[in-house]
């Protein structure tokens, strides 16, 4: 069953990774198929820090999961895997963090993963 619900933080067409997407704003290109992006982070926070999107306007997790097709789905997660691989974080381990919502800590309205590593990432929520 799909849930479709209506958010706070609409889709902007207009945001980074959109623009990303569109070649509007450079990027340093890690991986890209069909189905994302995989780019590195210019305000990285750890030695890899790369975000992968999703090539459709999809606003957060629960907007791609609802209204994303299965392929675009799987293919987005298989991209997230490569991404990792190509990073050369999945020997030495490393963390995906999905931000969504205000809550969540999402400052952009597209849909992203970021993969983290590197290093020892340290604690899930610093208090």
């Given at each position: 069953a799909r849930l479709v619900r209506e958010s706070p933080m609409a889709y902007n067409p207009d945001n980074v990774f959109a623009k990303i997407l569109r070649g509007e704003t450079p990027s340093t290109k890690l991986y890209e198929d069909d189905f994302a992006l995989a780019f590195n982070d210019i305000g990285a926070v750890l030695p890899i820090h790369v975000l992968v999107v999703p090539k459709g306007a999809y606003e957060n997790q629960a907007d791609f999961i609802s209204n994303g097709?299965?392929?675009?789905?799987?293919?987005?997660?298989?991209?997230?895997?490569?991404?990792?691989?190509?990073?050369?974080?999945?020997?030495?381990?490393?963390?995906?963090?999905?931000?969504?919502?205000?809550?969540?800590g999402q400052e952009v309205s597209h849909f992203h993963v970021h993969i983290l590593g590197g290093r020892p990432v340290g604690r899930m929520v610093s208090d």
């Open positions: 097709s299965d392929a675009e789905v799987l293919g987005f997660w298989r991209a997230v895997s490569v991404a990792a691989e190509l990073a050369g974080v999945v020997d030495a381990g490393y963390r995906l963090i999905v931000n969504t919502g205000d809550d969540g």
